[in-house]
């Protein structure tokens, strides 16, 4: 059982910046790639920035120039930095990881609850 958990959401200002954070705990033997997504209300999810274990990123263009997607491979964690934020920004982001939870297992995606980032004045 792998558990993803975020943090760092909230409400900030045009403008403004908030970093997310996501740390992952379990049965972890090793992580792929990690990702961020988002839900605005009444619309899908949809990527928003997705990191290798390698560190090679991925963003889509929405984020891009603003937003920063890093990792900590020691801590089973990812982070997103986001500047600059707009009000179509606001949704619910989730975290999730490509988990293998043991040497014979096989990759698994795994999701967090959410965290609400809302961009208001």
């Known amino acids: 059982q792998v558990q993803l958990v975020e943090s760092g959401g909230g409400l900030v200002q045009p403008g403004g910046s908030l970093r997310l954070s996501c740390a992952a705990s379990g049965s972890i033997f090793s992580i792929a790639a990690m990702a961020w997504h988002r839900q605005a209300p009444g619309k899908q999810r949809e990527l928003v920035a997705h990191?290798?274990?390698?560190?090679?990123?991925v963003y889509a263009d929405s984020g891009k120039g603003r937003f920063t997607i890093s990792r900590d491979n020691a801590k089973n964690a990812v982070y997103l930095q986001m500047d600059r934020l707009k009000p179509e920004d606001t949704a619910v982001y989730y975290c999730?990881?490509?988990?293998?939870?043991?040497?014979?297992?096989?990759?698994?995606?795994?999701w967090g609850q959410g965290t609400q980032v809302t961009v208001s004045s």
């Open positions: 999730n990881a490509l988990v293998k939870t043991s040497y014979s297992g096989t990759f698994a995606t795994s």
């Open positions: 990191i290798t274990s390698s560190g090679t990123t």
